[in-house]
């Protein structure tokens, strides 16, 4: 079955570049939600999207940003680098109702020098 | 959403049932209990969902209990492949979709031949 897909899967910025994360949802899924996994930590939520609107928010920095185009794919959006902001990325997708699970790209991980 | 409280780490021999427990004592009455796991760096992987009554599937079971305050999630034959770290999440179901799956601190479970 097909299933989210990310890219770039490693990304290498040095402190104060830009850089932009892609996320391609499952097939007729609707919805995309944006992680931020650092060293050692759990998943935390940065920003949700549902039919191209911004549905939930939850930690994302002034600095970041994201859409979701027409055809549901995203991006996340990711300005004036901090070394903090290495991490791993992930992207989920789910269909529109209330209860659907979402599932999880594998991920891209950005290193920040 | 509710917040919920997991046994930091657990052990199980392959084999033999893993009932990994999960304390949700504020849920809500449209709060559903998600279980997801997270094999090390790769994306959190969905195994099973359900509201109040106990849910099978392939790879697990979930047993809620009457009053909805606590849940278990069963692994049927745990592997070697079944270690990770897996996650018990209350999620509000809302009107759309896109409201995030917060993740907490989550059981890491070993399995040992």
């Known amino acids: 079955a097909a299933g989210v897909i990310q890219s770039p899967r490693h990304l290498i910025k040095e402190k104060r570049e830009t850089a932009t994360l892609k996320c391609y949802p499952i097939p007729r899924h609707d919805t995309v939600y944006w992680y931020q996994q650092g060293p050692g930590q759990d998943p935390q939520f940065l920003i949700s999207f549902y039919e191209k609107m911004q549905s939930d928010k939850g930690s994302i920095p002034d600095r970041f940003s994201a859409q979701q185009f027409s055809d549901y794919h995203s991006e996340l959006n990711m300005s004036s680098l901090e070394l903090g902001d290495s991490a791993l990325y992930f992207c989920?997708?789910?269909?529109?109702?209330?209860?659907?699970?979402?599932?999880f790209g594998n991920g891209t991980r950005l290193t920040v020098t | 959403d509710a917040k919920t409280t997991q046994p930091p780490s657990m052990d199980c021999a392959e084999g033999r049932a893993a009932n990994l427990p999960c304390n949700h004592s504020?849920?809500?009455?449209?709060?559903?209990v998600y279980w997801y796991r997270q094999i090390h760096s790769q994306g959190p992987q969905y195994i099973i969902h359900g509201l109040k009554n106990n849910e099978t599937n392939e790879m697990a079971s979930l047993i809620i209990t009457e009053d909805r305050k606590s849940s278990t999630l069963i692994l049927p034959h745990a592997t070697l492949r079944d270690t990770a770290v897996y996650y018990c999440?209350?999620?509000?179901?809302?009107?759309?979709?896109?409201?995030?799956?917060?993740f907490g601190k989550g059981t890491s479970l070993l399995v040992t031949p």
């Open positions: 989920a997708s789910s269909f529109g109702v209330t209860n659907s699970p979402l599932h």
């Open positions: 999440i209350v999620r509000v179901a809302g009107l759309n979709s896109g409201y995030a799956l917060n």
């Open positions: 504020t849920i809500s009455g449209n709060e559903y």
